[in-house]
């Protein structure tokens, strides 16, 4: 994706969505790039599962230089499998949001092979379904995706991207979430033992003084201490390719800081920081399955300067 100037932008927004969402595609799961893809027509996704919950959002905005800030925020979403639904709100930092909207037929579909990953049949392979809705604040049309992925039973993956002139012309929100539909409860995590879990991750991230924008992706490990209730692990092989000339670049492995599994309503949640060569962040997730098999969730990282005007934020999956 391009980072034009504030004169351009307006005339390329439109042009910018369509490459991001055209990278999303091709990445979702720790690739971007450097997979394949291919489409099929309009039609109704087939629900399995209905489930209500809230999800973190991970939220970045793109303004007139680069995106120059990161936010979270809840999700909230309400999947009926009986009418082959799903109901959408959000809350973030500024207008527009989700707002209750009820997606049923996708315009549009494309099927994409993860590449960037190292981690085999535990990447992020997915197939996207397009989804549009007006927004209310601005009378825009929004796209969204929701990214279904092929070897991973308990999780989706939800992106959607809004314009934001209540900040000045050209602002633009970029927004991930994972969505779980079957969380393990707290009280079936095994008391002792350790388990390994390996996996993938997807996400944006910007240079500030770079022409381009980068899908970010590569391997996500974690080590479990059942008897500790303990979660730690790394986000390595990292790569960022270019948006415009998929050019790959080599990112610096993030280690994800030892971390308790808490107890939250039920569900096996962490939260813990991000840490790496010049580098910080953030990362939460759960535990999902009746079997505790996969885990799932979002994470922002940032240049650790004084200033932190590189940014990035994503979503992770990983299975025991």
């Known amino acids: 994706m391009v980072v034009d100037t504030l004169q351009l932008r307006d005339n390329l927004l439109k042009i910018l969505f369509v490459l991001f969402v055209t990278s999303f595609f091709y990445s979702c799961g720790g690739g971007g790039g450097s997979g394949s893809s291919s489409s099929s027509s309009a039609s109704t996704y087939n629900w399995a599962t209905s489930v209500n919950g809230t999800a973190t959002g991970r939220y970045l905005l793109q303004g007139s230089d680069a995106y120059t800030y990161t936010n979270t925020g809840t999700v909230t979403y309400a ?75 308990h999780q989706v993956y939800l992106f959607w991207s809004t314009n934001d002139r209540s900040l000045g012309t050209g602002f633009r929100w970029l927004n991930y979430a994972m969505l779980p539909i079957t969380k393990t409860a707290y009280t079936d995590l095994p008391s002792s033992g350790t ?8 996400g944006t991230w910007n240079n500030k ?6 899908t970010i ?24 390719v270019d948006d415009v000339t998929d050019a790959v670049t080599s990112f610096p ?48 990282v940032r240049s650790s300067d004084s200033a932190g005007d590189n940014r990035g934020v994503g979503v992770f999956s990983a299975k025991r």
Do not use: C, M, R
């Open 79 to 153: 999947i009926d499998a009986a009418a082959d639904t799903i109901t959408l709100s959000s809350g973030g930092y500024h207008d527009p949001d989700l707002d209750s909207n009820t997606f049923s037929s996708y315009s549009s579909s494309a099927t994409g092979t993860d590449t960037q990953s190292n981690a085999g049949t535990a990447n992020l392979t997915t197939i996207n379904y397009n989804y549009s809705y007006t927004d209310p604040v601005y009378n825009d049309s929004v796209a969204l995706v929701i990214a279904v992925p092929t070897n991973y039973n």
């Open 195 to 202: 388990a390994s879990y390996s996996g993938a991750i997807d």
């Open 253 to 300: 492995s993030l280690t994800v800081s030892s971390a308790t599994i808490q107890n939250s309503s039920d569900d096996a949640t962490f939260s813990s920081s991000l840490s790496g060569s010049s580098l910080t962040g953030s990362i939460s997730g759960l535990f999902l399955g009746s079997s505790y098999e996969e885990i799932g969730g979002g994470f922002t």
């Open 209 to 214: 003084t770079a022409a381009n924008f980068y």
């Open 217 to 240: 992706g590569g391997d996500a490990s974690f080590s479990v201490d059942w008897g500790a209730k303990s979660i730690s692990g790394s986000l390595a092989n990292l790569t960022i």
